[in-house]
């Protein structure tokens, strides 16, 4: 027997709003991959994931300053990309009640 879902507005909005914080955390992970493995700051890519991450983190890219480097961009990028995810996901999770 073959049983069928159907989706309803609020289930597809949920879905959207959490792929949306995943992406967006992805960005920023991906930065902090980028970083911490010292790619070449010439490469197009790299100024592309940085761009969009430092636009997405504008508001903790500079929230501590730590020593190493390495270390504050992994604390102040990664706070960005857990609330991203944390408010997208409980967002999403909302949404799908109703």
Do not use: C, K
């Not at 049983?3 to 879905?15: C, E, Y």
């Not at 959490?18 to 960005?27: E, L, T």
């Not at 994931?49 to 997405?56: K, M, S």
Request: zero cysteines; hydrophobic letters at 60%.
């Amino acid at each position: 027997m073959v049983t069928t879902v159907r989706r309803s507005g609020g289930s597809t909005a949920a879905l959207v709003i959490r792929i949306v914080a995943d992406i967006m955390a992805a960005i920023i992970g991906l930065w902090i991959l980028l970083y911490v493995l010292d790619a070449n700051r010439g490469n197009d890519l790299v100024v592309f994931v940085q761009d969009a991450a430092r636009w997405l983190a504008g508001w903790s890219h500079d929230l501590f300053d730590l020593e190493p480097g390495w270390f504050q961009v992994l604390i102040n990028y990664g706070i960005a990309a857990v609330v991203y995810l944390f408010i997208g996901h409980l967002l999403a999770a909302r949404i799908r009640r109703y």
